[in-house]
């Protein structure tokens, strides 16, 4: 069996640093009263002679500040890796009540990525939001924490912007401006949702979603109808502006047209009736749209040649 990391206690005790599952299972192999007490009463049973083995358990005497280096690869970066928020608090409480810096945490680790960076941010700025009462994680709309969602994102230039952060490399308890608060109780609503107001998160999946937030926290009317609590495909509609999606939807059209004639040969049959009428209504649609944009850009022709303009 490895060693126990123990910390001495005031009152001439150990505490276990790290370790505690294996104690836990150690003490529900040699006490049956405690397998009971607790209903584990399906754990196998030990002889009287490995029971006597377990009695003493070998340990290794140490603090919790010095022990960080090996707590800190095997849980952050090693063979029995934490989920990612609780790494960010390990990494928060070293950097924070230990004064090791987040870069010897890094090359302790084997961090080449600015993870642990982004993840001490995150959590500073999820911290900050909760002392300033618009967020709470016991209120969120999801089932699961997705912690990731926000030190990913606020590498993102749309919520760099929205919430006022400093140089990526900047490494305050407070990242996110006092004027710029309420955006970040909206940021994490729509990252999270909201349980007690029965608010949905806008995030269904990391990717598209987060970054398609991104680009909407961009301009101040996807922010707008985010706040109007438009869905965020509509927001982000709204976001890029008529002119844009009039082009992005002429270009999906031509790259369906070319799609849909790649495959006339082995896709169309002389009884399909209704393909061919279905492609008489694109034509007919496609010749109105030209003579529309024809006439407008007449018009518009005239309208810029007119005296005085």
Known sequence: M???????AKDGTFVVIEGNRRLAAVKLLVDASL????KATKLPKIDK?????LATLPVIVTTRKDSWRYLGFKHVNGPAMWGSYSKAQYIA??????????EDIALQIGDYNSTILRMYR???IVEQAEQ???FTRSDIAKNKFYFNYIYTGIDYPGIVEFLGLRARGTTARKPVPPAKIKNLGDLLVWLYGRESTDTASLIRSQNPDLKTLDSVLLTDAGVKALRDGLPLSVAHDISQGDERIFRQALQHAKQALQKAHGTLTTGFSAGDTDMLTLAGDVESLAHDL?????????RDRRGAKRPGR
């Open 93 to 102: 409480h070293v950097h924070n009540d230990y004064g090791v810096s987040l």
């Open 49 to 53: 002679a490995r029971a006597a083995d």
């Open 35 to 38: 397998r009971q007490k607790v």
């Open 2 to 8: 490895s060693h126990f990391f123990v910390e001495p």
């Open 132 to 134: 300033a009462e618009v």
């Open 122 to 124: 995150g959590l500073m």
């Open 290 to 298: 030209v003579d529309a944009m024809a006439t407008k850009k007449a």
